[in-house]
């Protein structure tokens, strides 16, 4: 895994812009710490930085190949092609000799060999750069379901692109503005496919190709969740899904640097973690590594609620117990979580302020210990959206809310430690501007117009196809997002074997009725793994991603919130409704003040650090 910039620019040679591509590189080096490249020829600059997972000694980049003494293509790529050495293979019977073991170079020759339409045989997560100096074009590749993140700018005479927003911002002719639409966008929870909150910025959208040429830019879309009907009856659909979940991991368990599991003890990366340590053991290369992260007394003092119903320590010891892995606990205190140090890291790696907290801390933390062991780890992110285990799936005043229906769960308390009023503390009239209730619904009504649908579909079964849907295209981006910048930030590569495609696609068509046939969340996976779980963790109901419950973490909340609206300088105090914000400090208990608090001190670290121009 590695991160990517680029800038073309058909007015200007940039052969003597190699200071200002450097420094565009230089802010994707948290993603490449083993190698910096640079390619200038031009109108293109491409820069890359390496995390050497496949090939380490011969996959450098950015990459070229020559024929006749002549460069024909050159990439900067970042990514897994999990089917490479198939790819290769076949490439080799066509004729092209190889001089790397790497996966980018079978990149390169597949789009030699089948142009544009390359991207129907990639099985894997990517995100890159194809520059064609014959015919002065530009291919910007992403994976199917964007695991991998891709930016792009379009400018006056070409492009800039890169990773992560902080590439393309780095460049001297591009400015962090945001206006009231981006606003919106940052605070709606959930992701709109293409939107990058910066003003002039885009995301490359997941499944999609841009051409670029001087005449202008050009997006495709190559691939999208079609519906077909299913036609495998219960056991044999319980079977599919098993035999590709098998497939799935033992490919994505590729690597010639150490691999882990990321375990908590839930069904999803259970799943994952049993099936490598099988299929470790079955190559002889066992037994599996896998790290949990714990808060430091929280399974001792654990305390229900409506949304986690047990602590997940003893479930990931169980686990591990049975499978024999090589496990270890990564413990967090509130001190760690409260350093401003780790706070700072993280929104240097998202570049934006979506404020969760201590969810997104204790995330990098535990990246950041797992990388001292491990450089690629396997996740089970995505099950849920996949398999449908959230609960407001099976909340029926939450599917028929006629909104996305993780905000209904949010705005109703059933998804969350706080009422979901995160931009409580924000000026009533600033809110009015951005009419955050109206852009949800609209992007909402966008993405329903979006789902496919069979034939004559209807009731229960149509409706469902559209939760899922919708889960699938706007609500899992952002945590894959969240997840690639935690990682990438420590230079870890997590894969997401539950993101294959096609086992997106077979699930996505499967009836909900066949996906909840034993009337529990994620029927199929928990059946299709059954043998391979002890039975405390294959009965275990869903319980989210843990966060800390030490009282301390929220009261240090109201000390920094306390402190930043005694600053008159503060950026974000312009957007406060100060009076409600000093009624919090003094009034709110700690888990109503938690979330807002994070919102607003979030927001004022990016305003300083980004020196953002808000333009409403």
């Not at 190699?18 to 109108?43: K, V």
Request: charged share 25%.
């Amino acid at each position: 895994m590695c991160g990517i910039t680029g800038w073309i620019s058909y007015e200007q040679n940039l052969d003597g812009e190699r200071g200002t591509i450097a420094a565009m590189t230089e802010t994707m080096a948290c993603r490449g710490p083993d190698a910096s490249g640079l390619w200038l020829d031009g109108h293109a600059a491409l820069g890359h930085r390496r995390l050497a997972v496949i090939d380490v000694v011969g996959g450098a980049q950015p990459m070229s190949v020559e024929r006749d003494g002549r460069t024909v293509l050159v990439t900067t790529y970042s990514g897994e092609i999990y089917n490479y050495r198939e790819l290769r293979a076949e490439l080799q019977t066509l004729g092209h000799t190889f001089r790397s073991n790497s996966d980018t170079e079978v990149a390169l020759h597949a789009y030699l060999q089948w142009g544009e339409d390359f991207t129907q045989r990639l099985n894997g997560m990517y995100a890159f750069a194809l520059w064609d100096p014959i015919r002065q074009e530009l291919l910007l590749v992403r994976d199917r379901m964007g695991i991998k993140p891709l930016y792009y700018y379009p400018t006056r005479d070409g492009v800039l692109f890169g990773s992560e927003p902080k590439a393309i911002l780095a460049h001297p002719r591009v400015r962090a503005v945001v206006d009231a639409e981006g606003l919106a966008e940052l605070l709606a929870f959930t992701k709109t496919p293409g939107h990058a909150v910066y003003r002039g910025m885009h995301e490359l959208r997941p499944g999609h190709t841009l051409r670029v040429r001087e005449s202008g830019i050009t997006e495709r879309r190559y691939w999208a969740l079609e519906a077909r009907e299913h036609t495998d009856d219960l056991d044999t659909t319980v079977g599919h899904v098993r035999a590709l979940l098998d497939d799935i991991v033992d490919r994505q368990l590729i690597a010639d640097v150490p691999l882990c599991t990321l375990l908590s003890g839930g069904l999803d990366s259970s799943v994952i973690t049993a099936l490598a340590a099988r299929a470790l053991a079955a190559g002889g290369r066992g037994p599996v590594r896998s790290f949990s992260v714990d808060f430091v007394g929280q399974t001792e003092n654990f305390q229900a609620d409506h949304l986690r119903a047990t602590p997940d320590g003893p479930y990931a010891h169980a686990l591990a117990e049975h499978v024999a892995s090589d496990h270890s606990d990564i413990m967090l205190d509130t001190g760690q979580l409260m350093d401003r140090t780790n706070r700072d890291a993280v929104l240097a790696a998202r570049d934006l302020p979506y404020g969760l907290g201590d969810g997104d801390t204790s995330l990098y933390l535990l990246f950041k210990a797992i990388r001292a062991h491990s450089t690629v780890a396997l996740s089970g992110e995505s099950a849920d959206e996949v398999f449908g285990g959230y609960s407001w799936f099976h909340d029926e005043k939450a599917v028929n809310a006629g909104t996305f229906p993780w905000l209904a769960a949010v705005r109703r308390g059933f998804a969350g430690d706080s009422n979901g009023a995160g931009e409580a503390l924000l000026r009533p009239d600033l809110l009015s501007k951005i009419d955050l209730p109206g852009y949800q619904q609209a992007r909402y009504h966008e993405a329903l117009s979006q789902v496919p649908r069979l034939p004559g579909e209807s009731g229960k079964e149509r409706q469902m196809r559209e939760i899922s849907h919708l889960h699938l295209t706007r609500f899992v981006q952002f945590l894959l997002d969240r997840k690639d910048r935690a990682s990438m930030a420590t230079g870890l590569e997590v894969r997401v074997p539950f993101c294959d495609h096609r086992l997106v696609e077979y699930v996505f068509n499967t009836p909900w009725s066949m996906k909840t046939f034993d009337g529990r969340e994620k029927s199929l996976l928990r059946a299709a793994a059954r043998d391979v779980l002890p039975d405390v963790v294959a009965e275990r109901v869903k319980s989210p991603y843990p966060t800390t419950q030490d009282p301390r973490y929220a009261e240090a909340l109201r000390g920094e919130l306390k402190q930043l609206l005694a600053d008159p300088d503060a950026p974000v105090r312009p957007l406060l409704d100060l009076t409600a914000a000093a009624d919090a400090v003094r009034l709110a208990a700690g888990p109503e003040l938690r979330q807002s608090s994070e919102i607003v001190l979030a927001l004022d670290s990016w305003l300083r650090r980004y020196r953002v121009t808000l333009e409403f």
